[in-house]
């Protein structure tokens, strides 16, 4: 599965903006996807996931409320929309592909080259 994340841009605090993550390969509907960031001298963290269905959905503690992750299996591709972003929101996001709908890195196995998201306050 290859990912290709687009969507980053600069937005100002209390804006909005969508994350797309397009995957090629006819087993996209097979894989969970989420979608993790890093914000410069800090390590990758998550952000949202989804299970293969849509079917259940999880959100860091820091994004519940305003991020919400969907994807489209018709269309290979899985979103991000964030509402109400925040100076500390802002990080390269990436997506990811796996078999386990876990918190951490290791449980990924694929990965999109990510997109910068910047906010201003």
């Known amino acids: 599965v290859q990912l290709q994340a687009s969507g980053g841009g600069l937005v100002q605090a209390g804006g909005s903006l969508r994350l797309a993550c397009a995957a090629s390969?006819?087993?996209?509907?097979?894989?969970?996807m989420g979608w993790f960031r890093q914000a410069p001298g800090k390590e990758r963290e998550f952000v949202a996931s989804i299970s293969w269905s849509g079917g259940s959905k999880y959100y860091a503690e820091s994004v519940k409320g305003r991020f919400t992750i969907s994807r489209d299996n018709a269309k290979n591709t899985v979103y991000l929309q964030m509402n109400s972003l925040k100076p500390e929101d802002a990080a390269v996001y990436y997506c990811?592909?796996?078999?386990?709908?876990?918190?951490?890195?290791?449980?990924?196995?694929?990965w999109g080259q990510g997109t910068l998201v910047t906010v201003s306050s």
């Open positions: 390969g006819s087993s996209f509907s097979s894989y969970h």
């Open positions: 990811a592909a796996g078999r386990r709908l876990e918190r951490t890195e290791e449980a990924w196995h694929y």
